[in-house]
């Protein structure tokens, strides 16, 4: 039996902007894999970053334990995860430098170590495990607890999907930094829900919100091909579980832990109507229903689809619109219409759940008409909420390769706040962010959520009018990679007068 302290590095003090959203969920994905090395019959002990102090807290937690074995096993179903950002990659380097230091040895898993491995490796990961990783997992976990001392050359032979300190496998990663991401399991094991400090995610989402959510997922992966969409860990590859299962296991955390809400993780939730039917009618008969919110593709809400949503519980749900240009949806193959998104907004709100929008700004190509077509998209469309980010290029993606040359110094963001334009855009950064802030704002004007009165929304929408006046006025001074203090410092201030 091996001592095994399992982690993972998303600190949430460390992202300003999603420790002032405090919506923390635990590493469901790490969870997952507490409870397969359990089935394996090993101690494991969970570092759970999420509410951690920071990565002092995490060497507190190596020295008491003093483990044979940290795994650095991210949550694949936590999008933050998935975006690699600066200061969470920072974290977990200085998290494995720790474990090496102590003399344990060190498997990491995760997106970012997927496509880096070489600067884990540097600072004392013995095994990188790329993509979902299990089957190797159990492999080096076997080995080494029938060897303690076994040689890495030893440790890792013969097994695929891994970088590793392995003289050979380190040479071959010079010329090939991502070796494929090796076989995924068909059925994930049920996360190891008493490693985690429940009343703690409750405290903080109860005090910021007055309620209390918690995590699922029903499937692995996206079988689409979006050129921005970054897939290291299931590929292209979309793993339904059966909706039986789904509808137990909310169940259970009912009775467990009385969430008052469930997020799906889900790239894509539900995929086909008929599977949410089966779903709405399997948690129907264990009277497991909470409200949940999950993601969805504009072409895949039919009506039958919305009507199943409904009836399974469904409170809400975030549509990848990315655009109202069509030209730019298409430069993504997003493979959707801008009609498709009028469309599945009017059959949500038909049958009374509500609707996000995901919009991303600045993809290659993007004009000030295509902005503009997105703004009239949230004008037309009236979402009940949005989400604004900008292109970001990510390893592994069509988008990534197109824009790689140009990606000097910065090639990620520091944290989900960032939104820098690392590629030569239309635009620069900061254009992009005042026109979020807009389409904030506008979404917020339409749905009440910042007048009090008719006279107040008037005012608003007059004064919100102004702002994109004064934003068109200055586009041109945006066009370029340094562009003038002057129409930055307009922007701050809002001066509508010139």
């Known amino acids: 039996m091996l001592s095994i302290l399992l982690g993972h ?3 949430l003090r460390l992202d300003h902007k999603q420790w002032q959203r405090a919506k923390p969920y635990p590493p469901l994905a790490t969870l997952q894999v507490a409870t397969l090395l359990r089935r394996l019959g090993h101690e494991v002990r969970l570092f759970d970053a999420m509410l951690a102090e920071g990565v002092t807290e995490y060497v507190r937690e190596l020295e008491q334990a003093r483990p044979q074995l940290v795994l650095i096993y991210e949550d694949n179903y936590n999008f933050l995860s998935k975006m690699c950002l600066a200061t969470m990659r920072a974290a977990a380097l200085e998290m494995v430098a720790a474990a090496h230091r102590m003399g344990a040895r060190v498997i990491v898993a995760g997106s970012d170590a997927t496509d880096s491995s070489n600067a884990y490796l540097a600072l004392g990961a013995d095994v990188i495990l790329h993509g979902e990783g ?6 080096l976990v076997s080995r080494l607890d029938a060897r303690a001392d076994i040689e890495i050359g030893d440790w890792v032979q013969g097994l695929f999907g891994i970088a590793s300190q392995a003289p050979a496998c380190v040479a071959s990663l010079a010329s090939e930094p991502r070796r494929g991401i090796g076989r995924t399991q068909a059925e994930p094991p049920s996360p190891a829900w008493d490693l985690v400090d429940i009343e703690g995610y409750r405290q903080v989402w109860r005090q910021a919100h007055g309620y209390f959510s918690l995590n699922m997922a029903a499937s692995r992966g996206c079988s689409f091909r979006c050129s921005w969409c970054a897939k290291p860990i299931w590929g292209s590859q979309y793993l339904q579980r059966p909706a039986g299962e789904v509808a137990a296991e909310m169940a259970q955390l009912k009775r467990q832990f009385a969430p008052d809400h469930i997020w799906f993780a889900d790239d894509i939730f539900g995929f086909r109507a008929d599977w949410v039917g089966e779903f709405a009618r399997a948690v129907g008969a264990v009277d497991g229903s909470i409200p949940f919110t999950i993601q969805m593709r504009a072409d895949l809400v039919t009506e039958r689809m919305a009507g199943a949503l ?19 949806l298409d430069a993504m193959n997003k493979g959707t219409s801008v009609a498709q998104i009028h469309a599945a907004r009017q059959r949500l709100k038909d049958v009374g759940i509500r609707v996000g929008f995901f919009i991303q700004l600045g993809y290659i190509g993007e004009e000030l008409s295509d902005i503009l077509a997105t703004r009239r998209l949230i004008e037309t469309a009236c979402p009940d909420d949005v989400g604004v980010s900008v292109a970001y290029p990510l390893p592994g993606t069509r988008f990534y390769e197109l824009v790689k040359a140009q990606l000097h110094g910065k090639t990620h963001w520091q944290d989900s706040g960032d939104l820098a334009m690392m590629f030569h855009g239309t635009y620069a950064s900061e254009f992009y962010h005042a026109i979020r802030d807009l389409l904030h704002d506008e ?5 009440g959520g910042s007048a009090d009165s008719q006279t107040a929304t008037r005012h608003g929408r007059k004064r ?10 200055l586009e041109s001074s945006f066009r370029s990679t340094s562009p003038s203090a002057q129409p930055m410092e307009l922007l701050r201030t809002g001066d509508a007068t010139i």
């Open 464 to 473: 919100l009018q102004q702002r994109w006046n004064l934003l068109l006025r």
């Open 9 to 11: 590095s998303y600190f």
């Open 134 to 139: 299990l089957e190797a997992l159990e492999a």
């Open 443 to 447: 979404v917020a004007m339409r749905t």
């Open 310 to 328: 409904r009836d399974a519980g469904c409170r809400e749900v975030w549509l990848g619109a990315e655009s109202g240009s069509q030209r730019v």
